[in-house]
C-alpha cells in the first residue's frame, strides 16, 4: 500500500480538488494584496509618526463628510466582494454541474454517530470507514459520484485531496463526485461538529490501480466461507445482541445499526480511526467499546474470556 497522504487542501489529485486549490489561490492573492496595502499604510504611520512627542496644543486636522473618501472606501470594497463571490460562484457551479455518466462508479455514504456506512449498490458490497475507489486516467476515465446521507445528525463528508466538503444531513440527499489521478491513500475527516467522537470520524479513500481495484470488489463481494473451527464462535456471534446491530452476508446476522462485519479484517482500523485492526485490539474492543472509543454506541456485551476467545476465533476470519 503506497503511503498515507497527510490531508491537504493545497496539494489535490482529483479533479475538483485542483479546481478548489485554484479557487483558493485567487482568494488568497486578493485578500493578501489587501493586506499588505493596509498593513503597509499601518507600518508606515507607525514609523512615521510614532516618534513625535505629544503636545496637547496641537489638534491633528479633522475631516468631516467627505464624499470622495467614503465612495471610495464603500465602492471599492463592494466591487471586490463581486469579483470573490462570481469567481466563487463560477468554481462552484462548474463542479456541480457535471452530469454522472452511465458507467460511473456509484457510492453511497451515511454518516453515523461515530463513523461512516460505505455502500456500493450496483456491485452489491457494503463495508465501513474505507472508501476503495479505482484511479482515473485519460484512457479510463472513471470518476466515482458519491450520495451523501446522515441516520442521525448533520455530519461533514470532506477528503480535502479528492473534494471539498459535502453535509451529511438526516431526510437530505447530497451528491459530491471525485475523480483521483494518482494512486494513493487519502485520509478525510467528518468535518461538522456531530457529538462526543467527532473527531473519531475517520475516512480513508484507497485510490488502486484498475486491476487492483477489480480484486477488491471481487474479493468484496464473496461471503465468507463458514468453517468447522470457528462454527462454536459464529453460533455464539449469533446467539448475542450483535446480530442485532452487525450484518454478515451469509449468515443470520442482517442488523443495520451498526458497520456491516463481512469483509471486517479487511479495514485498517477499528471505531473509525480508534485504534488499528489487530486481533488484540479487536478483542479489547469487543471487551469494551467505551474504553477503547468513550461514547461509542456499541455496548459491552460482559463476555467472559473463554466466550471471546470463541468469538475472536470467529472474527478473525472475517477477512
Ligand atoms: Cu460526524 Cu462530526
Redesign the pocket.
Known amino acids: 500500500m503506497t503511503p498515507v497522504q497527510t490531508p491537504n487542501i493545497f496539494a489535490p489529485v482529483s479533479t475538483p480538488a485542483f479546481a478548489i486549490r485554484d479557487l483558493s489561490f485567487i482568494v488568497l492573492a486578493i485578500t493578501a494584496a489587501i493586506f499588505l496595502i493596509v498593513a503597509s499604510f499601518a507600518v508606515y504611520t507607525l514609523i512615521r509618526f510614532g516618534r513625535r512627542p505629544a503636545n496637547p496644543e496641537i489638534e491633528p486636522a479633522q475631516v468631516y463628510g467627505s464624499t470622495q473618501i467614503e465612495l471610495a472606501w464603500t465602492v471599492v470594497p463592494l466591487l471586490i466582494v463581486v469579483v470573490l463571490f462570481l469567481v466563487t460562484a463560477r468554481y462552484v457551479y462548474g463542479i456541480e454541474r457535471r452530469a454522472q455518466p452511465p458507467d460511473a462508479l456509484e457510492i453511497t455514504v451515511v454518516?453515523n454517530q461515530?463513523w461512516w456506512d460505505i455502500r456500493y449498490p450496483k456491485l452489491g458490497i457494503v463495508t465501513a470507514n474505507e472508501i476503495h475507489v479505482p484511479v482515473s486516467d485519460a484512457a479510463h476515465p472513471t470518476p466515482t459520484f458519491i450520495t451523501v446521507k446522515s441516520v442521525d445528525v448533520a455530519?461533514?463528508f470532506w477528503v480535502p485531496q479528492l473534494v471539498g466538503k459535502m453535509d451529511a444531513i438526516p431526510n437530505k440527499i447530497n451528491r459530491v463526485w471525485i475523480e483521483p489521478h494518482r494512486v494513493g491513500t487519502y485520509v478525510g475527516q467528518?468535518a461538522?461538529?456531530?457529538g462526543l467522537q467527532?473527531a473519531l470520524?475517520l475516512l480513508v479513500v484507497v485510490v488502486h490501480p484498475r486491476d487492483e481495484f477489480l480484486t477488491w470488489v471481487a474479493a468484496q463481494q464473496k461471503a465468507p466461507v463458514e468453517q468447522a473451527a470457528t462454527k462454536a464462535g459464529r453460533q455464539l456471534f449469533s446467539s448475542l445482541a450483535c446480530i442485532n446491530c452487525h450484518s454478515v452476508r451469509g449468515t443470520p446476522s442482517n442488523g443495520v445499526f451498526g458497520p456491516d462485519l463481512t469483509h471486517l479484517m479487511s479495514r485498517s482500523t477499528l471505531g473509525a480511526g480508534a485504534v488499528r485492526n489487530t486481533p488484540e485490539n479487536l478483542r479489547a474492543w469487543v471487551k469494551d467499546p467505551g474504553a477503547v472509543k468513550a461514547g461509542a454506541l456499541m455496548p459491552a456485551m460482559k463476555l467472559d474470556d473463554a466466550e471471546l476467545d470463541r468469538l475472536m476465533a470467529y472474527l478473525v476470519t472475517l477477512r
Request: hydrophobic share 20%; net charge negative; charged share 10%.
Open positions: 454518516g461515530w455530519h461533514s467528518c461538522e461538529y456531530c467527532h470520524m
